[in-house]
């Protein structure tokens, strides 16, 4: 059997685990680790990123910062094969070595090519690249609306494109369209074009094209992140999409209402040609022209021959003629007839409105209007002495229902007020605390848990022994009492050893 090494120098376990991480991160700097994602859910709430790597026989911790991952190209995802550059250093509170990861890359172009499908699946099952949720175009945009490098040679493609066909307005929203940030970049120009009001100083475009020229495929990563995809999908306004050359697909061609092969073939979908529309114009004017001169000339024709079968309009107004004139003389007699009537009439009702009347009738319908005030009068004494009764006992029962209510509520609060005292008694009764002010005492480990056995205490073991009126704290000096040998009885010292006493007196 070894003897124990007592001249090893002592550490606690705080310096241990600081001299190893002193030695992993000294040892290990900045290392560069290929593995799969494992383990992640997503950024905590702090906003940091918690996975693992892992291969077929090992498994290492991987933490990503909050600003370290804002600014990541590409994001980590469940299962993705990955190359991870960051620094190798230790998690002293679990004892654990861990890497803080500063760049992740995909690894291989196979990792991004399962990424792209992974994820073309994903929204593909959301329905975003359903064919009912895209718009047509329209045929003749006002405002088009392009997002696209300000300094590339896309948007002189467009430019000059939509100039040879139908010059329109064009709206450019500057963005990057590679590396990092570019994605977000392209998100807020789609959602940023549907925001702008239909009658604003800047007008909202009627026609948005998302456009880039060609790449590999991690140049053409940003149009391939379900930011930007998602915002396609959601855009109002129609959207095309441009992006790379007609070999080169990504998810927001689905996405897109409609996809360009190049940037210049985006132009040429946005509006039609100038010259072939004028030429259909004409041609149409010229149509329209030859048929309205035919059908003027057939309804000439058919005037004609409907004029030919009429008769003579003398003939045909002289009978109305007659009998206007007959009417004519009656309607003379008629007004004189008619006015010699109403004069009688009228004569009549006169003679029935003397003075003498109206006062009567005048007196009559005051002697009945102040009876009816009467009446009226009356009526309200006695409707509001009623109401005042009514009142009266309706104020009598309030005031019995709140005297009831507040015996109730004295009442209650003595029963409550009882059981509380009853509660906190039996507390009391129950409470160790009341063994403690009997003499006894409670002895605890280091990290607070009772101790319920000797066996359970060694030599040296800090403990701490709680009173009735505090605690103190003490150490174990030795093995449990039933292991050590009984002590001796002490005996009582006699009065003639020479101790305090009165003494023999013999």
Do not use: C
Not at 349 to 366: D, F, K, M, Q, Y
Not at 453 to 470: K, L, M, Y
């Amino acid at each position: 059997m070894n003897e124990p090494r007592l001249n090893l120098p002592e550490l606690s376990v705080s310096e241990l685990a600081a001299s190893l991480k002193r030695t992993v991160e000294d040892t290990y700097g900045y290392v560069r680790v290929r593995g799969e994602v494992s383990g992640y859910r997503g950024p905590h709430s702090s906003g940091h990123v918690y996975f693992a790597l892992k291969d077929e026989s090992a498994k290492i911790d991987a933490v990503v910062w909050k600003g370290v991952f804002g600014r990541m190209r590409l994001k980590p995802e469940e299962g993705l094969e990955v190359i991870v550059t960051g620094k190798l250093t230790t998690y002293p509170s679990r004892s654990s070595y861990q890497i803080i990861v500063e760049t992740l890359e995909p690894a291989g172009l196979g990792a991004l090519m399962a990424l792209l499908e992974e994820r073309k699946r994903k929204l593909a099952a959301e329905g975003l690249f359903d064919e009912a949720r895209k718009q047509l175009l329209p045929f003749l945009p006002r405002v088009i609306g392009v997002v696209t490098s300000p300094t590339g040679a896309v948007i002189r493609d467009i430019l000059h494109r939509l100039a040879d066909r139908f010059p329109r307005r064009v709206l450019l929203w500057p963005v990057k369209v590679q590396g990092e940030g570019s994605a977000a970049e392209v998100a807020a120009a789609i959602a940023g074009f549907n925001a702008l009001p239909e009658q604003g100083a800047v007008p909202r475009p009627d026609l948005i094209i998302v456009a880039r020229g060609g790449g590999s495929l991690e140049d053409l990563w940003s149009f391939n992140e379900e930011i930007v995809v998602r915002a396609a999908a959601a855009s109002l306004v129609p959207l095309i999409s441009a992006v790379g050359h007609e070999t080169d697909v990504t998810l927001i061609d689905f996405a897109a209402d409609r996809r360009a092969p190049t940037p210049t073939a985006a132009a040429e979908m946005a509006v039609p040609v100038r010259a072939e529309l004028m030429i259909d114009v004409d041609s149409l004017a010229r149509r329209a022209h030859a048929s309205w001169r035919r059908n003027q000339d057939a309804r000439r024709s058919e005037l004609r021959s409907a004029a030919r079968a009429l008769p003579d309009a003398d003939e045909v107004m002289a009978v109305p003629r007659q009998r206007l004139d007959q009417a004519a003389l009656g309607l003379r007699r008629a007004l004189h007839a008619n006015a010699q009537i109403h004069r009688v009439r009228f004569s009549r009702i006169g003679t029935r409105l003397s003075p003498p009347l109206l006062r009567t009738t005048v007196e009559r319908r005051r002697e009945r209007y102040a009876g009816l005030a009467s009446r009226l009068r009356a009526g309200l004494a006695a409707n509001i002495h009623v109401h005042r009764t009514r009142i009266a006992r309706e104020r009598e029962r309030v005031m019995v229902f709140a005297e009831r209510s507040g015996r109730a509520v004295r009442h209650l609060i003595a029963v409550r007020q009882a059981r509380a005292e009853r509660g906190a008694q039996l507390l009391a009764a129950f409470s160790y605390r009341g063994v403690l002010a009997r003499g006894f005492a409670l002895v605890r480990d280091a990290a607070g848990q009772p101790l319920r056995s000797a066996a359970a205490v060694g030599a040296g073991t800090p403990i701490e022994i709680e009173f009735a009126d505090g605690r103190v704290g003490a150490r174990a000096d030795g093995a449990p009492a039933a292991d050590r040998p009984a002590a001796e009885p002490v005996k009582p010292r006699s009065r003639r050893d020479g101790g305090p006493g009165q003494g023999d007196l013999f």
